[in-house]
Structure formats: structure tokens, C-alpha cells
């Protein structure tokens, strides 16, 4: 099994600060890889990144719920969307982004759709480079 890094991460790095194995990494271009990325074939389901995520954007992957019900207010980050937002990462840097949406209260989203990009972006995307 891995961990997966759903839509509703906002690319704010606090995960990759406490993976003992070094296998989050930020998709870059984010225009095309909009979220960070976990390698299936190296995380070894510690679970330290989870409780790290300020928006609880990363689940085992057999928990990746497929109608993740919206609090309201947050924002759905996948290629596709094209509302804006502009935030601040774990370091303070600037974060903004244009494949967003805003979810309401009560919205049901499939986040069973991020699993597959998550694997892409290391088996034909560009993986551990879109880091240097
Ligand atoms: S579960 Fe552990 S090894 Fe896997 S990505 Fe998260 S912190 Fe890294
Ligand atoms: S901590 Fe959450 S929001 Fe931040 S980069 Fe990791 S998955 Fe994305």
C-alpha cells in the first residue's frame, strides 16, 4: 500500500518535512501537477505526513474516500478547475494557484480520482526531478 495526496492539498510542504524516506515531492509544473506527490514504490506507510497536513489532503490509500464530505470554505486543487488561490507554504513562501475550487458545505467530491495521478507523476511524469 502507499499513501495518496489528494486534491485537497495546497501545496504548503509541511509534509515533506517529516518524511523519514524523502518521498513527498512538489509536482512541478504545478499548472500540470498541481498538488505534491508521494511514491508508492517508497513510502513506507509510517503515517507521519498525515497528521501534518494542515488540510488533510493525504490518506492510506484504501481510505481515499470517494465521497469526501466538503466542511465548506475549502478548496479543491486538480487540473481542470481554474479558480485562483493565493495562500502562504510552511516557510512563509507565497503560494498561488490556478486549478482551484471552492468546495460548500455538504458537497460530496470522489477523491478516488487523485490516486492514479499520484502514481503517474513518478511513473511517466517527471518524479523525483521536478524537486531539484
Ligand atoms: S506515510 Fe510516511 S513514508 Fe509515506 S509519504 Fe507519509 S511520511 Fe513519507
Ligand atoms: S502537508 Fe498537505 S497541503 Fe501541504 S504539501 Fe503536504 S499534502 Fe499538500
Known sequence: ??????GLCLRDGSCVEVCPVEC?????????????????????????????????????????????????GESLNRLGLDGHYEGTNCDGDPVE???????????????TEDIQKNGEFFQSGPGYDAAD
Open 24 to 72: 513527498i515531492v512538489p509536482g512541478k509544473p504545478a499548472a500540470e501537477w498541481p498538488t505534491y506527490y508521494i511514491d508508492p514504490d517508497t513510502c513506507i506507510d509510517c503515517g507521519a505526513c498525515v497528521a501534518e497536513c494542515p488540510f488533510g489532503a493525504i490518506f492510506t490509500e484504501d481510505d481515499v474516500p470517494s465521497a469526501y464530505s466538503a466542511k465548506g
Open 97 to 111: 494557484l490556478d486549478t482551484v475550487r471552492q468546495l460548500q458545505a455538504g458537497e460530496l467530491v470522489d477523491l
Open 1 to 6: 500500500m502507499t499513501h495518496i495526496i489528494t
